[in-house]
């Protein structure tokens, strides 16, 4: 993946233009069994000591060249090829960003898509900080189905992920919800994901399904419309919180 790609289009965002401050690795520390990019194969070890980043720089480089191509867009997406926040200079990245969308992009609205799990960093809150919108994953409300969804190569859980969200202004959550081996829409998960939303308490909720096989865990599947629209009921019958519901796109 380039540092500066696209146009991609999104359900969520319109046209937008993609950063990835990672480089050519995935780089994350979830391994999260959907991931449309396969398996995480760096460790955190070799991440924090050896891992190589794109320079500033280079990235402020592509930026530029990419708005050559005067190619419209509707927003600037920080995600790349993993998790943005585990970029060492994050904050003077959101800087630099936030800087070039004045400069090249008046207007348009910046979005980091995040796990969440870095917010002990004073770094990524204050990078955070800097985007319009700061999408964070919530899959699990529980400790036992957060490390079988997302798998995570750092110590995290429930507890120190709530006590670094509330560190933010304010968030949307994004959930993915899927069946097959591992089934995050039984009854027990949701009422515990419905409880966790209710401590986040988030500005927007996206909820959506699988929309590729996962290269992780092949039998996953995604889940039908009625699933989404029930889980989203439930959610706003026990908290009163609304949930933009995203199905899979009808064929033809």
């Given at each position: 993946m380039e540092l500066v790609y696209g146009p991609v289009t999104s359900h969520r965002y319109g046209t937008t233009l993609g950063v990835n401050l990672l480089g050519r690795e995935k780089v994350c520390s979830y391994n999260c069994v959907y991931c449309g990019l396969g398996p995480t194969s760096l460790t955190m070890n070799k991440v924090r000591k050896d891992y190589i980043f794109p320079?500033?720089?280079?990235?402020?480089?592509?930026?530029r060249q990419y708005i050559k191509k005067s190619v419209p867009v509707d927003a600037v997406v920080v995600s790349g090829n993993g998790e943005p926040t585990l970029y060492p200079e994050f904050d003077e990245a959101m800087r630099m960003i936030h800087h070039l969308r004045e400069e090249h992009l008046p207007g348009k609205k910046i979005v980091v898509l995040t796990n969440g799990a870095h917010?002990?960093?004073?770094?990524?809150?204050?990078?955070?900080?800097?985007?319009?919108?700061?999408?964070?994953?919530?899959?699990?409300g529980n400790d036992s189905l957060l490390q079988k969804v997302n798998d995570p190569l750092i110590r995290i859980n429930m507890a120190k992920f709530l006590n670094g969200v509330h560190k933010l202004k304010d968030c949307t959550v994004q959930s993915l919800f899927f069946t097959g081996d591992i089934d995050n829409t039984l009854n027990e998960a949701i009422e515990d994901w419905i409880e966790v939303l209710g401590m986040v308490k988030p500005k927007t909720i996206q909820i959506c399904t699988?929309?590729?096989?996962?290269?992780?865990?092949?039998?996953?599947k995604a889940v039908d419309e009625?699933?989404?629209?029930s889980i989203a009921f439930k959610l706003k019958k026990r908290t009163g919180l609304e949930a933009n519901v995203f199905p899979l796109p009808q064929a033809g």
């Open positions: 320079s500033l720089d280079d990235l402020r480089d592509a930026f917010l002990d960093s004073k770094k990524a809150v204050a990078g955070l900080g800097l985007a319009d919108e700061r999408v964070i994953k919530i899959d699990a699988l929309t590729r096989p996962s290269k992780t865990l092949p039998s996953l009625d699933t989404l629209y």
